[in-house]
């Protein structure tokens, strides 16, 4: 496994690597190299410490150079002063900086004006779990199975994930276990494309695309 990606020890964590990857296709400076600073606007129903693993990863991938680079996470109850605290420490001397906003949190207007960009993270698609399962557990899953098991709460779907045995296997454990309700797919979008024709995700699919299948 490539260095950049050992962070990501889990189907969630290699998940969520993605939905970061497709964010900052609106923030090309950050990528790129120059200097920039982007807030990122974390999904409701995610935290900030979520995307520990994921920022590391990403920050490692860029350069092995970390004095240039870091991520600061603001959680939603956090106070303002706390935050103008963390963020006037060494994050103030990155060139380049990804801050994490959880739902609620309120940043304040000292650390707004050094934001370069906003961006809103994506919440995980079926390509993302597709992808995070291969990446982390090496079972490859296709669209059809990736869309059955998001029907389900995600994180029971990460609890029945066991590394190396087939998707099958936590499908039928999900559809047995009592008082787990099947929620609506939010996409819905048919013919998703092969891992290989992915854009976007980055050394998440260069990886997983030089795994042996499951």
Same mark, same amino acid.
């Given at each position: 496994?490539?260095?950049?990606?050992?962070?990501?020890?889990?189907?969630?964590?290699?998940?969520?690597?993605?939905?970061?990857?497709?964010?900052?296709?609106?923030?090309?400076?950050?990528?790129?190299?120059?200097?920039?600073?982007? %807030? &990122?606007?974390?999904?409701? /129903? $995610?935290?900030?410490?979520? +995307?520990?693993?994921? *920022? !590391?990863?990403? %920050? &490692?991938?860029?350069?092995? /150079? $970390?004095?240039?680079?870091? +991520?600061?996470?603001? *959680? !939603?109850?956090?106070?303002?002063?706390?935050?103008?605290? $963390?963020?006037?420490?060494?994050?103030?001397?990155?060139?380049?900086?990804?801050?994490?906003?959880?739902?609620?949190?309120?940043?304040?207007?000292?650390?707004?004006?050094?934001?370069?960009?906003?961006?809103?993270?994506?919440?995980?698609?079926?390509?993302?779990?597709?992808?995070?399962?291969?990446?982390?557990?090496?079972?490859?899953?296709?669209?059809?199975?990736?869309?059955?098991?998001?029907?389900?709460?995600?994180?029971?779907?990460?609890?029945?994930?066991?590394?190396?045995?087939?998707?099958?296997?936590?499908?039928?454990?999900?559809?047995?276990?009592?008082?787990?309700?099947?929620?609506?797919?939010?996409?819905?979008?048919?013919?998703?494309?092969?891992?290989?024709?992915?854009?976007?995700?980055?050394?998440?699919?260069?990886?997983?695309?030089?795994?042996?299948?499951?």
């Amino acid at each position: 496994m490539p260095k950049s990606m050992e962070h990501l020890k889990t189907p969630q964590d290699a998940a969520l690597y993605c939905t970061l990857r497709r964010a900052l296709r609106k923030a090309p400076d950050f990528i790129g190299g120059s200097d920039c600073v982007v %807030l &990122l606007n974390v999904p409701s /129903d $995610r935290s900030g410490e979520d +995307y520990d693993a994921c *920022a !590391a990863s990403l %920050l &490692l991938q860029l350069s092995a /150079d $970390r004095d240039d680079m870091a +991520y600061v996470m603001i *959680a !939603a109850a956090d106070k303002p002063r706390t935050i103008i605290k $963390r963020l006037e420490g060494d994050c103030s001397r990155k060139r380049r900086l990804l801050i994490f906003r959880e739902q609620g949190a309120e940043v304040p207007i000292q650390v707004m004006l050094g934001v370069d960009i906003e961006v809103d993270i994506p919440s995980i698609s079926t390509m993302d779990f597709r992808i995070g399962c291969r990446i982390a557990y090496q079972i490859d899953v296709t669209p059809s199975e990736a869309e059955a098991a998001m029907s389900y709460p995600l994180p029971h779907v990460w609890a029945a994930l066991r590394r190396g045995r087939p998707i099958r296997n936590a499908l039928a454990r999900l559809a047995e276990a009592p008082d787990l309700g099947v929620k609506q797919s939010g996409d819905k979008r048919e013919g998703l494309p092969p891992l290989q024709d992915m854009y976007g995700y980055g050394a998440a699919k260069e990886w997983g695309l030089s795994l042996p299948r499951t």
